[in-house]
Antibody, heavy 124, light 113 residues
Framework: EVELVESGGGLVQPGGSLRLSCAASGFTFSLYWMNWVRQAPGKGLEWVASINQYGSEKYYVDSVEGRFTISRDNAKNSLYLQMNSLRAEDTAVYYC?????????????????WGQGTLVTVSS | DIVMTQSPDSLAVSLGERATINCKSSQSVLHSSSNSNYLAWYQQKPGQPPKLLIYWASTRESGVPDRFSGSGSGTDFTLTISSLQAEDVAVYYCQQYYSTPLIFGGGTKVEIK
């Protein structure tokens, strides 16, 4: 059974940093694009970032480009999101999500498995 | 960027009746070489992460009841729940995966009338 477990969320002041982690199990992690998707309180879904199987291709939504960095460690079956220069508008539940397409060759991604999410609150 | 617009924002349907949700993209998500529409639908129940229902605009994910169906092509898409059940109360989102940024629609809340 696929399992994705996020951690690392919490309360941080504006301008601060946080590193989210996602521990994956139940599938061959190194075969899949992996992603972060966020949801502000009471709002809709927003894609944040994606990374290919090898860590060599990364894509970001414009609003986090230059502030957030997605990375992965295939040996540890783990996905990460380093978040710097945090703003109030980054407050959200952050979900780790797997691409549906095993061995996917591009960033055309459908999210087939999701973690339960970790809440990030940016406030003074 | 491709903008995804869902309608209505919310709808209330009687148990056993049909629910129809629309999703419109600002540009076509039909890939001409594969003749595939890069459009997915998700269901999110309160306090839960989203669940994938449909991809390629009309292909049901494994385990999804056949009362859920997707249709449409190009820029106009529909998610239909043929006979609404109590457990279908949720917010439904469409998502284009034709190009980055990957964009979700604003969501449609489905309730029981």
């Amino acid at each position: 059974e696929v399992e994705l477990v996020e951690s690392g969320g919490g309360l941080v002041q504006p301008g601060g940093s946080l590193r989210l982690s996602c521990a994956a199990s139940g599938f061959t992690f190194s075969l899949y694009w992996m992603n972060w998707v966020r949801q502000a309180p009471g709002k809709g879904l927003e894609w944040v970032a994606s990374i290919n199987q090898y860590g060599s291709e990364k894509y970001y939504v414009d609003s986090v480009e230059g502030r957030f960095t997605i990375s992965r460690d295939n040996a540890k079956n783990s996905l990460y999101l380093q978040m710097n220069s945090l703003r109030a508008e980054d407050t959200a539940v952050y979900y780790c999500a797997r691409d549906f397409f095993s061995g996917g060759a591009n960033s055309r991604i459908v999210f087939d498995n999701w973690g339960q999410g970790t809440l990030v609150t940016v406030s003074s | 960027d491709i903008v995804m617009t869902q309608s209505p924002d919310s709808l209330a349907v009687s148990l056993g009746e049909r629910a129809t949700i629309n999703c419109k993209s600002s540009q076509s998500v039909l890939h001409s070489s594969s003749n595939s529409n890069y459009l997915a639908w998700y269901q999110q129940k309160p306090g839960q992460p989203p669940k994938l229902l449909i991809y390629w605009a009309s292909t049901r994910e494994s385990g999804v009841p056949d009362r859920f169906s997707g249709s449409g092509s190009g820029t106009d898409f529909t998610l239909t729940i043929s006979s609404l059940q109590a457990e279908d109360v949720a917010v439904y989102y469409c998502q284009q995966y034709y190009s980055t940024p990957l964009i979700f629609g604003g969501g449609t809340k489905v309730e029981i009338k």
